[in-house]
């Protein structure tokens, strides 16, 4: 499975959008981007997923860049409940995978 | 109404002993997963079973073994507690035509002394 890269932590104020990057720039043809989050104590939460076009669902907005080597995750308008590790995984989504939970973003939204 | 549950929640055992952790889940799913989550709050997948066959098994030791009793269930037993065993184990249940939503457990504490 392709590596990801994110930033170790960021800052959002509540109500505001928070857009958290992720650099995939060996993402193979059939890889989909995931992205889960972990609030303090619990287990990982699925938020999205892509393989190529922009996504939207309840909980956020996915964009991927055209070339597919790097994506964002938009919280469109982030509460205090959001404050969480987001991780950012690419796999294929055949039999098989593999799944392994790097070191993600810890976003902090503030009041 | 937990989807997917685990006890115990914390545990604390000494070196050497052996111990159960387990895991039920009421989705229906037909996958369920087992990872660990080290101290550096990495997690990795240890297991994962389909229709009591298990599919992936990550270079964990053959100290831990998953045991499914029924689709619902995936119990996670370690023999022989090491130091290093310590972590959080979460256990995450989903469909296999559907694998990338997981729907993770709250997690057991496992602490070996």
């Known amino acids: 499975d392709a590596k990801t890269t994110q930033p170790t932590s960021m800052d959002c104020a509540e109500g505001r959008a928070a857009n958290l990057p992720c650099n995939h720039s060996t993402i193979s043809g059939n890889e989909y981007v995931y992205w889960y989050r972990q609030i303090h104590s619990q287990g990982p939460q699925y938020i999205i997923h892509?393989?190529?076009n922009n996504e939207t669902n309840e909980m956020a907005s996915l964009i991927i860049t055209e070339d597919r080597k790097s994506s964002t995750l938009i919280l469109p308008h982030a509460t205090l409940r959001d404050t969480a590790v987001y991780y950012c995984i690419v796999r294929g989504n055949t039999g098989g995978f593999k799944t392994i939970f790097g070191a993600g973003t810890r976003l902090f939204v503030k009041a | 109404d937990t989807a997917v549950s685990q006890t115990p929640k914390y545990l604390v055992t000494q070196m050497g002993n052996d111990k159960s952790i387990k895991c039920e889940q009421n989705l229906g799913h037909d996958t369920m997963y087992w990872y660990k989550q080290d101290s550096k709050k990495f997690l990795k997948i240890m297991f994962s079973?389909?229709?009591?066959?298990?599919?992936i098994n990550e270079t964990v030791p053959n100290r831990f073994s998953p045991k499914s009793p029924d689709k619902a269930h995936l119990n996670l037993h370690i023999n022989s507690l090491e130091l290093g065993d310590s972590a959080v184990y979460f256990c995450a249940s989903s469909q296999e035509s559907r694998r990338e939503t997981q729907y993770f457990g709250p997690g057991t504490r496992l602490l070996v002394l």
């Open positions: 079973y389909n229709n009591k066959e298990l599919i």
């Open positions: 892509g393989l190529k």
